[in-house]
């Protein structure tokens, strides 16, 4: 198993930027393709955004070689902080229904915005 060690890769202890959620993701994808399972290590991560785990995690489930149960065999999550647990679900749950039905999810939303 091959290990990310998130606050070497973003070179602090505060993941918030998509950027830093891009370089993780893309790291991940690497290890994917070269048919490796990943643990991503969040030890001494103070701060964590959902914006970033949109970038880091949630991008995989656009990927229709990575279900639901790729990720749960490949994807390991270390020294995650109990306050932060819950943006994981909801960026999972996000990404889920967002990549399940885009259109429809974009054509709701632009809705809303533009008061329809």
Known sequence: MS???IREIIKGDIAV???DGDLVYNLITD????HKTVSIDFEGISIMTTAFLNA??????SN????DDFLNKHLHLKNV???DRILFSEVVK???EYFRDKD???DSTNSIINGD
Request: net charge positive; hydrophobic share 30%.
């Open 3 to 5: 290990t990310i060690i």
């Open 17 to 19: 930027s998509t950027s």
């Open 31 to 34: 290890y994917f393709k070269n």
């Open 56 to 61: 880091a995690i949630g991008q995989l489930y």
């Open 64 to 67: 229709p070689s990575y279900s």
């Open 81 to 83: 902080a109990k306050e």
């Open 94 to 96: 996000r990404a889920k």
């Open 104 to 106: 429809r999810f974009e």
